[in-house]
């Protein structure tokens, strides 16, 4: 059996399974198809293997110098006005360009939580003059950013956040402690949801800040994770003084900015290249079930059906995605079913893997050297976190049932 091998886009430039859902073509234009053949062109000719290295530290050089070559030729933030660095592409250009991205196996650009996250929600809430300081350093690992949300009391009910900002002369001073940022250790900037107004109702007196880390009173702690790695950390701030021109969307407005942060986070950029990443890694898995006789199993054979069920339940949810963005609507509580199907399709999709090594899954990490030993069973551990990780699933049906199906509260 096969996962789809065909390729998107394929020969004529065009998802071949996806032109027609609903009855809407979704078939390609020229222009769209000559985007696609450069972008694919340029993947080609620029994509190197990520080497492996000893230290954190080293690895993230590698990725800064690898997205500063990709923003030379301006193929980070495509989506960004040209003003900003980016190539003013259309969300069909984007879908495209992260499938073609996905298939190269290109690395990741070190500053996602930049690009797909803070870069966007200044570009809908911030000033001139903030976008013009912080967006072009984005583009290129100039300056890494991270998310600061999550506190250790305020993960899932992010509106119950303790982190106060109290005002000062020029700004604010702001006191708490943040969890699960990533890249904090080397982040440059933080986008921050604090409490400015202690006595009003818990969502209106929030407000959106960035925060320096460089700043006096900034203790960033690594968090081991169960693959070995600290890519989280635990962030202290201690009367961390944030300018009054930090502050994004005004004063009392953080619940509304936030929300359009978490919208890109749970359903815009991510599930595109997801869906693609996770159609390479299926492909994979068919062939070592192939390989080892494991598709004869009926237990796994269901399995690998149910990832690939899954995997085509998830591209609907992106070409709908897809389709209100080219109408120019700003994503909405839409994103936490696409969030819902890309958790349930990559936990499904990594145990079905576990099941195909059979005997060879405990092994961790790899003894004799072999890279591809490991791989699976570092994935099958991050899919546990996708039901957490930008919001938990309890709270993406929570948001469903209440925002889209209209259902009491309670």
Known sequence: ?????????????????????????????????????????????????RPEFESFDEGVAWDRAWQR??????????????????????????ALFNAEYARAGAPQPVNRVGINLAGPTLLAHGTEEQRARWLPPILDAGEIWCQLFSEP??????????????????????????????????ARWGVA?????????RHRGLSYMVVDLSADGVDVRPLRQITGESEFNEVFLDGVFV?????????????????????????VNFPFKEQVVHEVYLDALFRAAEANGALGDPVIADDLVDA???????????????????????????????KLSWTSMTQRLSTAALAVL?????????????EAVGTWQRQWLWSRAAGIAGGTSEIQRTIVAERMLGLPRG
């Open 1 to 49: 059996m096969d996962a789809d091998r065909s390729g998107w886009p394929d020969d004529r430039g065009r998802p071949p399974d996806l032109c027609y859902t609903s009855g809407v073509d979704l078939s390609l234009s020229p222009e769209e198809e000559a985007f696609a053949g450069e972008a694919r062109a340029w993947l080609a000719a620029n994509v190197s293997r």
């Open 69 to 94: 070559r990709l923003a030379a030729d301006r193929w980070v933030g495509i989506s960004w006005p040209s003003a900003y660095g980016g190539r003013d592409a259309t969300p069909v250009q984007v």
């Open 153 to 186: 009391d305020a993960g899932s009910d992010l509106a119950s956040l303790r982190t106060v900002a109290e005002r000062v002369d020029g700004g604010w001073s702001v006191t708490g402690q943040k969890v699960w940022t990533s890249y904090a250790t080397v």
């Open 193 to 201: 949801l604090v409490r400015t107004d202690p006595e009003a109702p």
């Open 243 to 267: 300018p009054e021109d930090h502050l994004v969307g005004g004063s009392g407005n953080g619940w509304a900015v936030a929300n359009t942060t978490l919208a890109h986070e749970r359903g």
């Open 308 to 338: 690939l069920v899954g995997l085509r339940l998830l591209r609907t949810h992106n070409w709908r995605t897809l389709t209100r963005l080219g109408r120019g609507e700003e994503p909405g509580p839409e994103s936490s079913l696409v």
């Open 358 to 370: 059979g005997d060879e899954a405990p092994l961790w990490p790899a003894p004799t050297g072999d």
